[in-house]
């Protein structure tokens, strides 16, 4: 790979952003001497999600350089050719520089499934399960998602924000930069609302990159059990339109399963989403199995969990963009002995992204390394996957491949820096946490 700083971009780059025009402008960061530099980019510059052998395709790059300009990658590839650039030379008064000998430098990891707007643990279905109940059975006797709903209805939107803010501080800390996160334990209308601002005013104090969905179907609240419907079109007539309207949300998901919303109700949802030009996710197959092909029609951005699907929908997938999105910090948490099944996804060519489904009832975890880690160990993912599945596919769960997910010039400086010597060693140290630093979207995360 050759050291060509990326004049287009140098061009038209202003130094401040708009979201932070009260901070600093940025001042060039060159990333040198990286011990294993993984771009994730791919040798044959194939566009598209990855899918079979691609997915494992790194494209690392040994004593590594990497010069950060405006928020922006403006030139990847070796130490010693970037330090014979004559802009390189010419400009290197003003230029940070920082030595990361020793170290592995990824993309920053995209977290394309979270529900952190919640307000606290929940013990006692922990306790429960422990005791041998089952997730289904204690959502059926009223806890489970359910049992969230009071506290996010009772908080106020400062009071949300903050618990966000501090999860995505903490997901930064785990080298996470980008992070899609639903509302979904509010299901009224002012609280849902509520949920979305909340994650708006978060993003706004963090300097990473948000992308909101409204979650307003993630189960049919206690008031409508018995007519679902009714609650669907408060969803379809009220809450989308007015997340849309606010542009509060980018994806609408719905929880389609048993004991959550039909198939038919999916659908509905999905057409008022799509009429209202928000794109669409699902959670499909967590539970039970639920026919895929009939959806593909809208284009989903992704399905997620998909521990029940069948050969034929996953034929059919493979022919798609939308992303199978594994969550198996769920499996973990639930104690299931079964995880989704990632090796037949990857071998049939459906394109797979792991995310940490960071929630209170399933997966309370913020990190991608300990999803990675449960990929490897349980799914029978390969480190190399398991990284490209967190960075590229993530990128396209959330239709941001243009400029997250791969460390390539003309993306955004979107890096996690991690305290190891091979790549491999994120998945391997398991809970404990390797990442040294993170630059998101051009800050270091020491400035935080
Ligand atoms: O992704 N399945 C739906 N939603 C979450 C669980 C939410 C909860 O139990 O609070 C999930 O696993
Ligand atoms: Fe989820």
């Known amino acids: 790979m050759s050291y060509a700083i990326f004049l287009p971009l140098l061009n038209c780059i202003s130094v401040t952003s708009s979201r932070r025009s009260e901070k600093e402008p940025f001042s060039p960061l060159l990333l040198a001497n990286i011990g294993q530099l993984v771009t994730v980019e791919l040798p044959s510059k194939k566009v598209g999600p990855r899918r079979g052998n691609d997915l494992g ?21 070796k130490t010693k050719d970037a330090l014979r ?5 010419k400009n290197r008064k003003k230029i940070v520089e920082i030595d990361w000998s020793d170290k592995v430098v990824v993309p920053g990891f995209v977290d394309s499934h979270t529900h952190p707007v919640f307000v606290g643990p929940r013990l006692i279905d922990f306790e429960k399960r422990i005791e041998g109940a089952t997730y289904e059975k204690i959502a059926a006797a009223g806890g489970g998602i359910r049992s969230s709903l009071g506290g996010v209805r009772a908080a106020g939107k400062r009071e949300l924000a903050d618990k966000v803010l501090s999860a995505l ?7 996470t930069t980008t992070v899609e ?3 979904g334990y509010g299901l009224t209308v002012e609280s849902e609302i509520k949920s979305l601002q909340a994650l708006r005013d978060a ?5 990473g990159t948000v992308v909101p969905t409204l979650l307003g179907a993630h189960v049919v609240p206690k008031e409508f059990q018995g007519c679902s419907q009714k609650y669907v079109e408060i969803v379809c007539k009220e809450m989308i339109p007015r997340a849309a309207r606010e542009k509060l949300a980018q994806f609408v998901d719905v929880f389609c399963d048993k004991g959550a919303f039909t198939a038919e109700e999916t659908q509905q949802i999905f057409e008022a989403a799509e009429n209202h030009g928000l794109s669409l996710r699902a959670h499909m197959g967590q539970l039970s199995e639920t026919k895929l092909t009939p959806f593909l029609r809208f284009h989903p951005a992704s399905f997620d969990h998909m521990d029940h699907v069948n050969d034929e929908d996953i034929a059919q997938l493979a022919k798609y963009d939308t992303i199978a999105t594994l969550v198996p ?13 990632a090796r037949k996804l990857i071998d049939a060519g459906v394109p797979v992204a792991l995310a940490t489904d960071y929630n209170p009832g399933t997966s309370p975890t913020l990190s991608m390394p300990m999803a990675m880690s449960l990929a490897c160990t349980h799914m029978k993912m390969s480190p190399a996957e398991a990284i490209a599945a967190a960075t590229i596919n993530g990128a396209w769960a959330l239709r941001l491949a243009e400029r997250k997910g791969s460390i390539q010039a003309g993306k955004d400086a979107d890096l996690a820096v991690f305290d190891v010597e091979d790549y491999r060693e994120i998945p391997y140290w398991f809970g404990s946490n390797r990442c040294e630093m993170a630059v998101t979207n051009g ?6």
Request: aromatic share 8%.
């Open 57 to 77: 395709e790194l494209g690392i790059i040994e004593d590594g350089a990497v010069l950060c300009i405006a928020g922006k990658i403006v030139s990847v590839g």
């Open 203 to 207: 993003a706004l104090s963090w300097p």
């Open 169 to 175: 501080r903490e997901m930064a800390a785990h080298g």
């Open 181 to 183: 996160a639903k509302s």
């Open 85 to 89: 650039d004559p802009w390189l030379k």
């Open 443 to 448: 800050v270091l995360s020491r400035e935080l």
């Open 329 to 341: 910090g769920a499996n973990y948490f639930l104690a299931l002995g079964e995880y989704p099944n």
